[in-house]
């Protein structure tokens, strides 16, 4: 088998990146003008609900220091070889109140990221929400429980988009709306912490599938005439088997994957409305999408972007939506899935890896041989089961402030020291195994380096 992959490649063009969040690792909470957000206020509150991040030391308000090293971060990207990075904006930092006015300092920061992008050939994947709204709009409105916050969303991107685009050729409107949804409204765990229960999550959810919409079409009708980009939305889901190979229990594993993953993927990939499982499980709980507003999102999304990955698809998901079967970490069969169920969409992976101990620097073989694991499964997805994938991108560029975890894992290419003043990057053994993988898969001939074709079964 492993000199059937000597002849296997990735396909030309494909597309090697690493990744990163604005409040896991800019830092800066006060600088520049830029506003608070839900996690700034989350992680200073004197107590947390339990299983969620313990206040004081465990923030975000310095973590990478991305804000202030941006061309510290760049160069990380140039000794990667990538040939994207995909990034987050702060909606706090361009508009501190979540609305106009426009904040100047935070305008010139990330034309200054993209600038250098630029000049270093690396092209910027942008994402709009990473789970940081602005506290101003949750204290106003409600945050995403609110209707109105779909149309504030898309006057945000509108923004963006008018500022930004002319240098972004890959959007994506949000990431992971199964947590924002779920566990910033439902169970309360992640910011803002509302424990208001299915009701409200399944609300909110509706409202940032609605928000998903607006900007598609935005782009749609007035960009992408002259920026010629893309548009998507990051969605995470996990991986599920049966206890038993019966139909009820495969059943339960498709019901599983339409609880999470096809909440949003089936409306946007699909026909605009929910999952047939979701519907007659939830009854009265879920809402309902008007004939109107099903023409509306389906079909509000250029690529799929997946996210992949220990914290989103394993650590975040609620027990009881395994419906009683076991997880699995097989990528590959996602993949399969995806492609099958979603009608073989071009499939963008925006976010994918595993973790280590935060006590971990620069020896990270575990993350390693996960990583080679999850390429090795794209790779067998795309040569030998037909998915088209046509991105990886590695989570992350660097150590940050991991949510829920604080700091006691690492899942950066590159080692930070939280406790030093400059914040150097030092690379970690991934360093040379990805940049190695990258080199080696430049141009039609290139082929993986032999270090992944160690493979167990």
Not at 50 to 64: I, N
Not at 121 to 150: C, I, K, M, N, R
Not at 305 to 310: E, N, T
């Amino acid at each position: 088998l492993a000199k059937l992959f000597l002849h296997d490649t990735f396909p030309d063009g494909f597309l090697w990146g690493a990744g990163s969040a604005a409040y896991q690792t800019e830092g800066g909470w006060r600088q520049g003008g830029k506003g608070a957000s839900i996690w700034d206020t989350f992680a200073h509150r004197p107590a947390t609900p339990p299983g969620s991040v313990p206040p004081g030391p465990a923030a975000g308000d310095v973590a990478s220091d991305s804000y202030n090293n941006l061309f510290r971060d760049a160069e990380g990207l140039r000794r990667l070889g990538v040939s994207h990075y995909r990034f987050s904006l702060a909606w706090a930092r361009l508009l501190p109140n979540g609305t106009a006015p426009l904040n100047p300092a935070g305008l010139a920061h990330y034309r200054r990221l993209l600038g250098r992008l630029r000049e270093l050939g690396v092209e910027p994947v942008v994402t709009l929400y990473h789970w940081d709204l602005p506290q101003g709009l949750q204290d106003a409105f409600g945050g995403w429980a609110s209707p109105v916050l779909p149309q504030l969303f898309c006057d945000y991107a509108e923004l963006c988009f008018r500022h930004f685009g002319g240098q972004v050729r890959y959007w994506l409107t949000m990431d992971n709306p199964y947590v924002v949804a779920w566990h910033g409204y439902g169970t309360g765990r992640l910011p803002p912490g509302v424990q208001g229960g299915p009701r409200l999550a399944y609300r909110a959810a509706h409202h940032l599938l609605q928000a998903h919409a607006k900007v598609w079409h935005l782009y749609n009708d007035h960009f992408r005439p002259t920026q010629r980009g893309k548009v998507s939305i990051a969605l995470s889901s996990h991986w599920i088997k049966p206890q038993h190979m019966t139909e009820k229990n495969i059943k339960q594993c498709q019901k599983s994957l339409d609880f999470v993953l096809g909440w949003f993927a089936k409306p946007i990939f699909i026909d605009g409305d929910y999952p047939e499982s979701m519907k007659s499980n939830l009854s009265s709980l879920l809402p309902e999408f008007s004939e109107v507003e099903k023409k509306y999102i389906k079909g509000t999304a250029d690529f799929f972007a997946l996210s992949f990955g220990a914290t989103l698809s394993f650590q975040l998901l609620d027990s009881h939506m395994k419906f009683q079967q076991l997880e699995s970490i097989s990528l590959r069969q996602l993949l399969y899935w995806i492609s099958s169920e979603y009608n073989n969409p071009q499939i963008f992976i925006v976010e994918n890896s595993w973790f280590v101990s935060g006590s971990t620097k620069r020896d990270d073989a575990k993350y390693i041989y996960y990583l080679k694991k999850f390429i090795m499964e794209t790779l067998k997805a795309i040569r030998y089961d037909g998915v088209n994938v046509f991105g990886y991108t590695v989570w992350s560029l660097l150590d940050g402030f991991e949510w829920h975890r604080g700091y006691s894992i690492r899942r950066g290419l590159f080692y930070v020291d939280f406790q030093s003043h400059d914040k150097k990057l030092m690379p970690k053994s991934s360093v040379l195994f990805y940049q190695k993988l990258i080199e080696k898969n430049e141009g039609s001939d290139a082929h993986l380096p032999w270090t992944c074709y160690v493979i167990n079964y």
